[in-house]
């Protein structure tokens, strides 16, 4: 059985865990957007695409949520010497690690509509 300090411990590194995770994922805009792009992932995801498609956020805000996605390794952004410059978005195989709790949250999701019906 442990002991108290050390459920204490485990239960600080598992609340400092989802306080690190909901920093990098949290908010309205970042798993919507990282869905898109994975199911769109054999097509050119352009700002302007995944502006479209991401109903309801502003360029902006969705410049904002990309750039803290690319810095937390989880897309990476693409530019190429086009005439005009085109840029594309993509997700890492890093990236792809989120899916496990993205599908989780997905299936309770739609759970959950059921359920308050």
């Known amino acids: 059985m442990k002991q108290p300090d050390q459920q204490h411990t485990i239960c600080e590194q598992e609340l400092a865990a989802i306080r690190d995770s ?33 109903e309801g956020i502003s360029a902006k805000m969705l410049t904002k949520e990309l750039q803290d996605l690319e810095l937390n390794l989880l897309i990476t952004r693409t530019v190429r010497d086009t005439k005009p410059v085109s840029v594309s978005y993509a997700i890492t195989p890093y990236g792809l690690s989120v899916f496990t709790v993205n599908d989780s949250l997905v299936e309770w999701g739609l759970n959950h509509r059921q359920k308050i019906r």
């Open 22 to 54: 909901l920093e990098v994922l949290g908010g309205k805009w970042k798993l919507r957007i990282m869905r898109h792009l994975r199911i769109h992932a054999a097509e050119g995801n352009t700002f302007k695409k995944i502006q479209r498609e991401v």
